[in-house]
């Protein structure tokens, strides 16, 4: 008889309140991504205003209005949509968790197929004179220092093609719920704490950090292009280290 995932308790205590129909639902993805948003930035906004000084209580609230306007209001749209025409994601719901290599595996996986992907649609975006001037300057507009909300600040566009990118393993492999809605909010919120402008030691030991993203909003050239991992940064010669 197979052992029990040690992530089973986890599993069941999703499965008792949110329930089968409601992780298979698109919302069930849509409120982890929109979480991976929400929680760093609160975070970050919290120390932007409170801790460090960087902002103002009302730059902070513009900064993420200019952000989230639209992105905002889409999200309690959608999940009225979904509540009113039940839709379904999932063909089918576990009852078993999956087992604690198969979850590590998958997220890591998750991580490098998007971080490669992301990369090189990145370099696409410089690259293309058209694109460059008419949809991803839209991001570009926000120099050093960067808030966390600036990873929101992009053309609707950009926000579907990066989402494709950002989230193409589970776009192209099965994958078990409980890694889907993780890698969906792990991706997301290191996306935005790439913007936040702050060194993070044990983090930056890990993931794109955001003082080398930083010299990339402020480069002409396309430098730290990497907003998950800077492995293909380091790769194919777009990595600078930050002084």
Request: glycine share 6%.
């Amino acid at each position: 008889m197979p052992t029990e995932s040690a992530l089973q308790p986890m599993w069941d205590w999703i499965l008792r309140h949110v329930g089968a129909t409601g992780i298979a639902s698109p919302g069930a993805l849509l409120t982890a991504v929109v979480a991976g948003v929400y929680l760093p930035g609160i975070v970050f906004s919290f120390v932007d205003v409170f801790v460090t000084g960087r902002m103002t209580l009302a730059e902070c609230r513009a900064v993420h209005w200019r952000a989230m306007k639209w992105y905002g209001s889409f999200y309690p749209l959608a999940m009225i949509a979904f509540w009113a025409l039940p839709m379904t994601l999932l063909s089918s719901v576990p009852g078993a968790a999956p087992s604690t290599f198969e979850f590590c595996r998958d997220l890591v996986f998750y991580f490098l197929l998007g971080d490669f992907v992301s990369y090189f649609w990145h370099r696409w975006e410089h690259a293309n004179a058209w694109y460059m001037r008419k949809i991803h300057s839209v991001h570009h507009v926000d120099t050093p220092p960067l808030s966390i909300w600036t990873a929101m600040v992009v053309h609707p566009v950009e926000g579907i093609t990066v989402f494709a990118c950002f989230h193409v393993y589970a776009i192209l492999f099965p994958l078990h719920p409980l890694t889907l809605l993780a890698g969906a909010f792990s991706v997301t919120a290191v996306n935005m704490i790439t913007h936040c402008g702050y060194r993070l030691p044990g983090y930056d030991r890990i993931f794109a950090t955001a003082r080398e993203h930083d010299i990339h909003h402020a480069s002409r050239e396309p430098k730290n292009v990497s907003v998950m991992l800077s492995i293909c940064d380091r790769m194919f010669g777009t990595f600078e280290k930050a002084r």
